[in-house]
């Protein structure tokens, strides 16, 4: 039986994440240092979850001072953090893959190849 709810939780977490001092280390450890006994009576499968869903909650409701990057981790926005654009049109995909093929070789080989080709003719 849970201590408390997982929305309550997270909504707990969120408000002691919100009072740290930008650039703290290892924010989850100073969140649950803060919550104090009721971290402790809760089972880590709780916390964890509530954990996940405080870290979408902040960056969603707070980007001026969190972002959340594709491998779910929570960053401070100080701007020395940048998101990796990873999404490429299913065309572009295609014409990717058939000049591998044609070069025989792998997409990735081809783009390492077309930006040291770039880099060369800067």
């Known amino acids: 039986m849970a201590?408390?709810?997982?929305?309550r939780l997270s909504r707990m977490?969120?408000?002691h994440l919100l009072e740290l001092t930008p650039g703290t280390k290892k924010v989850k450890d100073n969140v649950l240092f803060r919550?104090?006994?009721?971290?402790?009576?809760?089972s880590g499968r709780d916390i964890n979850a509530a954990w996940n869903e405080?870290?979408?909650k902040a960056a969603k409701l707070h980007p001026d001072k969190f972002?959340?990057?594709d491998r779910n981790t929570l960053h401070w926005n100080d701007g020395t953090i940048r998101i990796l654009d990873k999404k490429i049109s299913t065309a572009n995909f295609k014409k990717l893959n058939d000049l591998a093929e044609k070069e025989d070789c792998n997409v990735n080989a081809v783009i390492t190849k077309l930006l040291r080709l770039h880099k060369k003719q800067k």
């Open 13 to 15: 977490m969120l408000d």
């Open 67 to 69: 972002i959340l990057d």
């Open 35 to 42: 919550l104090g006994s009721i971290a402790f009576l809760t």
């Open 54 to 56: 405080t870290k979408k």
């Open 3 to 7: 201590l408390l709810s997982k929305g």
